[in-house]
């Protein structure tokens, strides 16, 4: 296949410029009687880029998607796709977006090649047939019933059906669930691949791990509101590297020493006590460095080992399970 | 998934949008495959077969000359084949489809809520004027009548199915599942056919009661379904109907047609404010 780049950027009125953000969300509100489940949330997603919304079940990610998707209309704030108020999936609007919903969505009695057919029938701008089937790696199952798919199957056509009519914004709502792990990375190539088309997209996920490797800029949400923003490196920069070791037996709690920009934590684990400092202050390319060599040095001057010692920066997931409080309702 | 083509990187077709009319007309001839293989949509067909041999069953005595009560039920009943179709399916259907976020997804894709449903309602008035040829010809093959305008009937049918469409949308809103709906619609199905004059004539309902059926969506289809078979004017009842030219039993039925087309835009009107595309309830 050869790379045609189609980008969100055109000349024709109402379309949004190559500099321009395809989605703007901004102070976002959603009430359900006295329910808040969206409590001031802003963002921004531009051509090529792709934004990452996570949060704990409940957090109000996929409330956030559907008014994007035109299904509410907002509380108060506004938003925007393409300059437009997509409530109601307006004409302007409604053939330039796709989703891949949280559930399948899809006519279990047609065949997996009827249903692209049929998708590919109604849009405005559509691929074919086979290279999107190709694409998703379901050529083989072109011709069997959808209800004959297994459930990662299902998630691959229906990713499918969001290729087939060529989106210039695209919801992802957990869109590799079901998958197994060969599909999931598969499915992160394709969504490169449309990044690198100039599609904007916003993806909902639980696996951290798939943020990490796919998103701009990302947000973590939690009861309603966005409590992290940004890029994935200054989001893991605020939260600091971990310098751990296992404490040695003759030093006591009391005597382990300080370090500068840098907070102690000691905690048993099968039965060994843990040392673990997270360092967020001084340079972050250094400072991680700064720790160990001051460490050591105090190593050094007592005489003692630091076994076990670890150094890593900070994961998605140490940054999603303190906003998370612990995460008790994460999936 | 392909390791050497994983990619979406073609250039997609350029082609005019497809007009809702071309979009209707797609998602129709997925419709007729689904009802095809649905065969819970079969069994909803052959409810108002059902209905006409027990019709068969009635007393039957001289309504006016030439047409028994027995003629005229029957054509009731072919002028409510809607009340089973339309009612009965698209209630079924819809609310699978919601609670199996089908619809939601052909939301999200661009599709139009008007081609969505317009593809249903050409589908069901579709299998409705199927089910009428079948039972023209049955009636045909056990009576010997046969419709004196083939026309206006195939108009009572078509009215009745698009209206009791709108009837079967309007109760997905108020149930959770395929199930419940499928018992729902047995209630405003029933009460429907029966309100519609096909074997209580309308004659023997006080006159109050009577104008008040005449308005409800199934009497009017019954009546031109009885117009259609007979050549009379029934439009005022029975007692004392006559014969009528081609024009005239138009002209005099062009009231019922009126009801039959407020009904279609009301119903219509409340379904595009009141339909849920989403199973999840706030």
């Known amino acids: ?331 | 998934m392909s390791p050497t083509t994983a990619t979406t990187t073609s250039a997609p077709t350029t082609r005019p949008s497809p007009s809702r009319f071309r979009r209707t007309l797609r998602l129709t001839r997925t419709e007729f495959t689904l009802f095809v293989r649905y065969k819970t949509a079969w069994w909803i067909l052959s409810m108002p077969l059902l209905m006409l041999f027990l019709t068969f069953q009635i007393p039957s005595y001289e309504l006016m000359d030439g047409v028994s009560s027995v003629d005229m039920a029957l054509a009731g009943v072919m002028g409510t084949i809607g009340v089973f179709v339309g009612v009965g399916h698209a209630s079924n259907v819809f609310t699978a489809r919601r609670e199996s976020l089908v619809l939601k997804r052909l939301r999200v894709s661009g599709v139009p809520p008007l081609v969505i449903f317009g593809a249903t309602t050409a589908i069901i008035v579709f299998f409705s004027l199927l089910a009428a040829v079948a039972m023209v010809a049955l009636i045909a093959l056990m009576t010997g009548q046969t419709p004196r305008d083939p026309l206006m009937l195939a108009v009572a049918v078509t009215l009745n199915a698009a209206v009791m469409t709108m009837v079967g949308l309007l109760i997905t809103p108020y149930v959770r599942n395929s199930e419940s709906a499928q018992m729902v619609s047995v209630l405003p199905m029933m009460g429907l056919f029966f309100l519609g004059g096909v074997y209580v004539p309308l004659d023997f309902l006080p006159d109050g009661a009577q104008r008040v059926v005449e308005l409800l969506p199934v009497a009017p289809t019954a009546q031109l379904a009885q117009a259609a078979y007979s050549g009379y004017d029934v439009f005022d009842g029975f007692a004392g109907a006559e014969s009528a030219s081609y024009l005239g039993l138009w002209a005099a039925a062009l009231p019922s047609v009126a009801v039959m087309l407020v009904w279609i835009t009301a119903l219509a009107l409340l379904v595009g404010r009141v339909f849920r595309w989403d199973p999840r309830q706030p």
């Open chain 1, 1 to 331: 296949m050869t790379t045609t780049a189609h980008s969100a950027a055109t000349d024709a009125p109402g379309r949004t410029t190559a500099d321009g953000p395809a989605v703007v969300v901004d102070d976002l509100r959603q009430h359900y009687g006295d329910f808040e489940a969206v409590r001031g949330v802003s963002f921004e997603i531009r051509p090529g880029e792709l934004f990452a919304l996570l949060g704990t079940n409940g957090a109000g990610k996929t409330t956030t998607i559907e008014t994007l998707e035109g299904f509410h209309r907002p509380t108060s704030g506004t938003v925007r796709v393409f300059g437009e108020d997509p409530y109601g999936q307006p004409a302007a609007i409604r053939e330039r977006t796709n989703a891949v919903l949280q559930g399948s969505g899809l006519l279990e009695d047609l065949t997996v090649r009827e249903t692209v057919d049929l998708a590919r029938d109604l849009a405005a701008r559509p691929r074919g047939t086979e290279e999107v089937l190709d694409t998703v790696g379901l050529t083989d199952k072109r011709g069997i019933a959808v209800r004959q798919l297994s459930g990662g199957q299902k998630r691959r056509l229906d990713l499918a059906l969001a290729l087939v009519t060529t989106p210039e914004v695209l919801y992802l709502d957990e869109p590799t669930t079901g998958m197994d792990p060969e599909a999931r990375i598969d499915t992160w190539r394709i969504v490169s691949e449309l990044k690198r088309d100039g599609v904007a997209i916003l993806l909902t996920t639980h696996y951290l791990e798939e943020a990490e490797r796919l998103a701009d800029r990302l947000a973590i949400m939690h009861r309603g509101r966005v409590r992290v923003e940004g890029t994935l490196t200054s989001v893991l920069e605020g939260w600091g590297d971990r310098v751990a070791f296992a404490v040695p037996e003759d030093v006591r709690t009391a005597d382990l020493p300080g370090l500068e920009g840098a907070d102690l934590s000691v905690e048993t684990r099968d039965q060994t006590l843990w040392a673990t400092y997270t360092v967020r202050d001084g340079d972050v390319a250094e400072r991680a460095h700064r720790a160990v060599a001051a460490l050591l040095s105090w190593a050094g001057e007592r005489g003692t080992t630091l076994r076990h010692l670890q150094v890593r920066g900070a994961s998605l997931e140490d940054v999603f399970l303190s906003v998370a409080d612990g995460a008790a309702d994460l999936v």
